[in-house]
């Protein structure tokens, strides 16, 4: 599926009242989950409201829903998270180790955890990457509360699957949801809520910061053209039957 269409598809603006006070997992038939700040019942669809602000929201029917889970992700006692500069060194060093935009590993972050390293999925996914106990060994992360191992292990993997679907990243982002078996299986991103929306809330957000910064350049680049305004110069003029320039 284009990645146009799934944005169409799934994410939408639109302001509304708060209906849930704290943030749930709506657990699908099908097994997969979708984390929302809030719900409302439409008709026979349930809108789940993806982040705080009213912003994004994605409307499954309500059939499909098999019940809903409050996001028991707590921090772990003795574990506090790393100040926003230091997580940007720990984000910028592990991101140019791997050659991947900082950027990007940031909106896989906000995704995934909101930049909660000690957060926990309801199906036991760990730190700031949300990597599984079973992945994390394999990428041989031994605390996955550890920003830095956890950090290093997340890009890691991703950079993996990036390079595994020839650097085509709405498969990438899908497998490291859904995991490679689905993405190989449905030959792109499988048909599952919880994945289309990720994959789209990943997008998104890495977009948003792209266009963030090329405004800034843009603006950067306007404020040094009017600090040095480039001088007018007239041409020379030589009389006519002149073959150069008087000394």
């Known amino acids: 599926m284009k990645l146009s269409a799934q944005l169409a598809l799934l994410i939408s603006l639109l302001g509304t009242s708060l209906i849930a006070p704290a ?6 038939r099908n097994g997969f989950s979708i984390r929302h700040e809030r719900r409302e019942v439409v008709g026979s669809i349930t809108r789940l409201y993806l982040e705080a602000g009213n912003n994004g929201y994605v409307d499954v029917p309500t059939e499909e829903i098999d019940r809903f889970d409050k996001d028991l992700s707590i921090p772990k006692v003795g574990l506090t998270p790393s100040s926003p500069r230091e997580m940007k060194e720990v984000i910028d060093t592990v991101s140019s180790r791997h050659h991947l935009d900082p950027d990007l590993i940031k909106s896989v972050i906000h995704a995934e955890s909101g930049f909660n390293p000690n ?3 309801h199906k036991g996914a760990q730190g700031l990457m949300q990597l599984m106990p079973q992945t994390a060994s394999q990428l041989g992360v031994a605390n996955a509360f550890d920003p830095g191992a956890n950090v290093e292990g997340g890009t890691r993997y991703l950079r993996e699957l990036l390079e595994r679907y020839n650097f085509d ?31 789209a809330r990943v997008v998104r957000d890495f977009n ?3 266009l963030a910064e090329q405004k800034a350049a ?12 480039v001088a007018s110069v007239k041409p020379v003029v030589f009389p006519q039957g002149a073959e150069t320039a008087p000394r």
């Open 23 to 28: 943030a749930d997992f709506a657990v699908l």
């Open 119 to 121: 957060a926990v999925s």
């Open 169 to 199: 990243l709405i498969k990438a982002l899908a497998a490291y949801n859904a995991g490679p078996q689905r993405v190989d299986q449905y030959h792109g991103v499988p048909p599952y809520y919880e994945t289309r929306v990720y994959v």
């Open 208 to 210: 948003r910061k792209k």
């Open 218 to 229: 843009a603006r950067t680049k306007s404020t040094y053209a009017k600090a040095h305004p």
